[in-house]
């Protein structure tokens, strides 16, 4: 088993950061190794990656999504892993974004990038992407509001409308 932690401090609301985060189908724009994430339903995602290569299709549950403090997944087959990403409050316009992966190299390519610090390199980036893409938006392109607790979902109440930005026209 290898563990990937890195912090990221973002210059946006922490609010903002975590409804982008929730935004899955988004992550292609900031993270090049991922070709598509869909949301089949509330905890439920499918993703597909490349990565030296080869393409990669999984589904992943979200264990724990807390609004404004942290979403927990697993993934439901190889390639085995479980992550959190935490959001803390630094002030009214800056947050702190804590990603950690824990994860089982397969097959003798992961296990040699895993060794040389590739994937760790690969996390660091993509969190970096992360942090340039909501930065320049200044917003966040929608946001799930819900809880998921275990196999407990709460949807959204209602009361927390995604920020949806308004674009400039003519």
Known sequence: MSSIEYAADVDVPVRTAYNQ?????SFPRFMPGVLRVDRKQSALTHWVAKCWGTTREFDAEIVVQCPDKKVTWRSLARPLHTGTVTFDSLGADQCRVTLRIDFVPTGMAERIGDRLGMIHRRVHADMDGFKEYIERQGAETGGWRGEID???VRPNSGQDRPHVPSWPTG
Do not use: L, P, V
């Open 150 to 152: 275990g196999s407990h």
């Open 21 to 25: 985060w929730t935004q899955f189908e």
